[in-house]
Nanobody, 124 residues
Framework: QVQLVESGGGLVQAGGSLRLSCAAS????????MGWFRQAPGKEREFVSA????????NYVDSVKGRFTISRDNAKTTVYLHTNSLKPADTSLYYC?????????????????WGQGTQVTVSS
């Protein structure tokens, strides 16, 4: 089992920034692809970003490219999502996820473990 605990969400004005963190425990962190998804009320879950085990392969959804940056610290077993230039459309519950056997880093159903989420609310 892998336990994932997100933090860093909050209320921010448009144009602001937040750093989301996801602390992992339970198994060898470096064995897992790590991802961030988000879901707003009444909307489907959306892929945001993912990072490979070594950190060399990174994906972003087009809507956050140039604004969000994913990173991981395998020594601290933590993955981060730096969010900049936030927009009201970024308002969502953000989930951290971990996957061991992955063919597509953007596919939510391929991940094995999910956190409880951290809320990001961007006011206009």
């Amino acid at each position: 089992q892998v336990q994932l605990v997100e933090s860093g969400g909050g209320l921010v004005q448009a144009g602001g920034s937040l750093r989301l963190s996801c602390a992992a425990s339970g198994r060898t962190f470096s064995n897992y692809v790590m991802g961030w998804f988000r879901q707003a009320p009444g909307k489907e879950r959306e892929f945001v970003s993912a990072i490979s085990r070594s950190g060399t392969n990174i994906n972003y959804v087009d809507s956050v490219k140039g604004r969000f940056t994913i990173s991981r610290d395998n020594a601290k077993t933590t993955v981060y999502l730096h969010t900049n230039s936030l927009k009201p459309a970024d308002t969502s519950l953000y989930y951290c996820t971990a996957g061991s056997v992955m063919s597509r880093m953007t596919a939510g159903d391929e991940y094995d473990y999910w956190g409880q989420g951290t809320q990001v609310t961007v006011s206009s």
